[in-house]
């Protein structure tokens, strides 16, 4: 199994995309840049984008998953919408399955989340709807780890020390819930 991932250091923190690869057996290759969107996948001006396209067109995969700038769908949803489906088409056209990676409202109580000017639950709902929509809009598979962040993060360590950022543990939990959306979707193949 083959696995491309387009997205940002939500993706590539602490390896993940080698956590990934653990769980699954896949090969994973990661098209990442800090701060990315996933609009500069599409972009063949630039290095990354260059990059996924000709992977999409010359290369055999069996699963991308999708990660857009951490409030990419909240603050720019249009962009974050047209960009999925964009890249669905293009994943499909390719005869691999697409999968949203559904990341997380920044820590409880972080500045972060206090500069951003939403509360936790506010930013958790609103990336949980975004995502959501695009997975109905598209028909894409949805690895749900801002949900299981928003569950777990009163009990676990799942961030970093800059309030947004995964910790290790929080990796982990991306990478879990990526394998667990991948098994499923290999099952119903």
């Known amino acids: 199994m083959r696995i491309l991932m387009l997205g940002n250091s939500f993706t590539f923190f602490n390896d993940m995309p080698d956590m990934l690869a653990e769980l699954t057996g896949a090969e994973v290759v990661a098209h990442t840049r800090g701060g990315a969107r996933l609009s500069e996948q599409l972009n063949p001006n630039t290095r990354m984008g260059a990059a996924t396209q000709a ?3 010359e290369e055999k995969w069996d699963y ?4 857009e700038m951490s409030n990419g769908p909240i603050t720019s949803p249009a962009s974050f919408f047209s960009s999925v489906t964009r890249l669905c088409e293009q994943i499909r056209a390719n005869g691999a399955v697409p999968v949203l990676y559904a990341t997380w409202a920044y ?3 972080g500045a972060k989340l206090r500069a951003f000017g939403m509360d936790y639950d506010q930013m ?3 990336l949980h709807q975004a995502y959501a929509q695009a997975a109905q809009d598209t028909g894409a598979l949805m690895a749900d780890v801002g ?3 928003y569950q777990l993060a009163d009990q676990q360590k799942l961030y970093a020390q800059d309030s947004y950022h995964p910790s290790e543990a929080g990796s982990r939990l991306a990478a879990q819930v990526l394998a667990q959306t991948i098994q499923r979707g290999t099952e119903d193949v």
């Open 124 to 126: 958790y709902q609103q």
């Open 147 to 149: 949900t299981r962040f």
């Open 64 to 67: 991308v998953v999708l990660q």
């Open 107 to 109: 820590q409880r109580g």
């Open 55 to 57: 992977a999409l067109r």
